[in-house]
């Protein structure tokens, strides 16, 4: 089967596709998780992808790593700083495939096929 090119579309049924197709799991349990693992075959490319999604974020500052970010969390909690509820959520997830997808504009250094979707978590 050939490789799909890259996309700048959004569609929603993708994000159908990945209510059946996707794993979501919070690692860390509880009933607030700072963060859930998005796994499973991309919902337009079909190849398999894993994102992290965080669920707090903090403002004013640059955007950080996923291991920056966990120190960050892991501060505030030493702190004994609520991070508050973050459940239910809402986020876009875009496909993060490790499989080269062209770019019919000749872009380089994209990720992924380009799909684009909206997904909610209600609980952990």
Not at 8 to 13: A, I
Not at 47 to 74: C, F, H, Y
């Amino acid at each position: 089967m050939p490789v799909l090119p890259y996309t700048d579309l959004v569609d929603e049924k993708w994000a159908e596709v990945a209510i059946e197709t996707m794993n979501v799991d919070a690692p860390e349990g509880g009933r607030d998780p700072v963060y859930v693992d998005i796994t499973g075959p991309c919902p337009r490319c079909l190849d398999n992808m894993s994102a992290t999604q965080w669920l707090v974020t903090i403002a004013g500052v640059s955007p950080l790593s996923d291991e920056e970010m966990a120190a960050a969390i892991e501060t505030l909690r030493a702190s004994r700083i609520d991070v508050g509820r973050t459940l239910p959520a809402e986020f876009t997830v875009m496909c993060s495939c490790n499989v080269v997808h062209p770019d019919p504009k000749g872009r380089i250094g994209l990720v992924g096929c380009g799909a684009r979707w909206r997904m909610r978590i209600e609980n952990a």
